[in-house]
């Protein structure tokens, strides 16, 4: 919408995050037409509404799972790159960790382990195996 107005950030806005300062410096616009204002006012009134169910979802999340994957959370919490919302994202996917009977085992669940194709007295590998459970792979 900015853009179709020709109004153009400051560059120290002018990324993917929304700070409290860019919100409030949309805000204190002044639109030629009172329906682009009204349009923008809309449009922040929804972004508002959004961040505020998007923050109370992540609290529960959060809460939900240091109450009841507390040891599992903490421990995936512990490595370097693994995020609160990756943590669960995995305890989601996984459920039960102990159910493998080893790192082997879900290695492969995951599908982090090589494609191996051998034929007599040749084998191969052909890199990492297509079978996988895709979205747990990328986390």
Same mark, same amino acid.
């Given at each position: *919408?900015?853009?179709? %107005? ?10 993917? !995050? $929304?700070?409290?300062? *860019? +919100?409030? $410096? +949309?805000?204190?616009?002044? $639109?030629? %037409?009172?329906?682009?204002? !009204?349009? *923008? ?12 169910? %998007? ?23 512990? +490595? ?5 919302? +990756? ?19 879900? @290695? ?9 194709? @051998? ?21």
């Amino acid at each position: *919408m900015l853009l179709y %107005y020709g109004v153009n950030l400051p560059e120290h806005y002018d990324n993917i !995050n $929304w700070s409290k300062a *860019m +919100i409030a $410096w +949309i805000q204190k616009l002044k $639109w030629l %037409y009172p329906t682009a204002a !009204n349009t *923008m006012k809309s449009r922040l009134d929804e972004y508002h509404f959004l961040h505020a169910e %998007y923050l109370q979802i992540c609290n529960d999340l959060r809460k939900y799972a240091r109450t009841c994957y507390k040891k599992d959370y903490y421990l995936l919490r512990s +490595i370097p790159g693994v995020g609160p919302f +990756i943590a669960i994202a995995i305890l989601s996917e996984i459920g039960d960790i102990r159910r493998f009977k080893g790192i082997d085992r879900l @290695s492969s669940y995951v599908g982090l382990v090589p494609s191996l194709h @051998s034929s007599g007295e040749k084998s191969y590998s052909r890199g990492i195996t297509y079978r996988s459970k895709n979205l747990l792979r990328s986390y």
